[in-house]
């Protein structure tokens, strides 16, 4: 007599997790809405970690102010909306976009090769956005992304379907964390609220995979 149900084991490695892929927030700030013509202006990057219980847990964050791009266009009103009004302020200490990709990229592939993934794969909200903008920066300055091309997970969406809100600040109340309007839409604030809301998401739902034979 065969068996009809296979052991299974619960997933404690991250890499297990999202089928080799290694979930990575991303927010960026921008100059406009299109990635060939305005600037990319500010990108924070969360890595996510997986616990001895299979939770998924926030880690590093890192953020980068980068220089609009040569012959890029600058909206004033998306300026505005950001608060970088100044784009090239001293204070900023802003890089070039291929210093600060560097800078942002290499933190990525590190997580991704220390956690037996094989790619990182963008988290965020309005997720495609985010991606356009880092594909757009990584094909201007001839360099690799760490990113799927065109998977991604979004917080709109999984939001949406856990708490039938898809506005950051109202989705990541609703998770029940605290949000600050004074820090919001800064890179690396939101990119934290998302990775913390993406984590409550996934956590509701431990995965368990049938056993290696």
């Not at 880690?59 to 220089?67: K, M, S, T, V, Y």
């Not at 009004?85 to 590190?110: C, G, T, V």
């Not at 949406?160 to 800064?186: C, I, N, Q, R």
């Amino acid at each position: 007599m065969t068996q009809s149900c296979a052991e299974s084991f619960s997933v404690t490695q991250i890499r297990d997790r999202f089928r080799g892929f290694l979930p990575v927030v991303v927010d960026v700030e921008t100059a406009g809405f299109d990635p060939n013509s305005h600037a990319l202006l500010q990108v924070a990057v969360l890595l996510l970690e997986m616990n001895a219980q299979g939770e998924l847990i926030t880690g590093a964050l890192f953020q980068e102010n980068i220089l609009p791009f040569e012959g890029s266009k600058l909206d004033q009103s998306a300026l505005k909306f950001n608060g970088i009004e100044d784009p090239y302020h001293p204070f900023r200490d802003a890089k070039s976009e291929r210093n600060a990709l560097e800078k942002l990229f290499q933190p990525i592939n590190s997580a991704v090769k220390a956690s037996g993934c094989t790619r990182a794969i963008l988290v965020g909200h309005n997720a495609m956005f985010d991606l356009n903008f880092i594909k757009h920066a990584a094909e201007r300055n001839k360099m690799k992304s760490p990113f799927h091309q065109f998977s991604t997970f979004d917080t709109v969406s999984l939001a949406g379907l856990v708490y039938g809100e898809t506005v950051l600040s109202k989705a990541v109340k609703l998770a029940g964390f605290d949000w600050d309007h004074e820090k919001a839409h800064e890179a690396a604030y939101d990119t934290l609220q998302t990775g913390r809301l993406f984590c409550k998401i996934a956590n509701q739902w431990k995965l368990a995979k049938p056993s290696r034979a």
